[in-house]
């Protein structure tokens, strides 16, 4: 569980759930809309709090065995594919589960390749319209992300939108079917 001692790799912690987002990082806001509905937002506050919407993603993976969403939890995502998987340890900083919005952040630690924070919030507005938001402030934490630059941003960009992807196929794919009566 996270300490106050955790050794998160930036000052700002808990940041993603201000404005402004600090300065001094790149920061990235990637808003899909997922539907309309109470069970639309159910369902996908479910998914991004139990990590389904992670592993519904193309190439990232999150470890089997990883704990729900809960502050102080520890994970360790890789994005990207065989030698080109990248990893880097996080732990859940915040945890949202209102009557309108869902969803957590959670920071970096030592060895990440970046530095900061990403944020997954699913809100439901008056009309009933549901989205995501992937919210991040970021920069380099090592020698092969610095000299990387713009393409982080550009691939951080790409994961935004691919969170979104993924949760609107978990939320628009029918339910399967009930087990027939006596089996």
Known sequence: MTTATTPFTYAEVGATARTPLPAGYHHLRVTTRLGRGRAVFRTAAEAVLDWRMHRAMTGVRIPAGTPAVAPGVRVRPAIGFGPLRLSGECAVVRVVREETTAGFAYGTLPGHPECGEEAFVVAIDEDGWVTLTVLAFSRPARWFTRAAGPLVRIVQRAYG???????RGLVTRPAPPA???GA
Do not use: H, Q, V
């Open 161 to 167: 939108r691919e969170c979104g992807r993924a949760l």
């Open 179 to 181: 087990p027939p009566a």
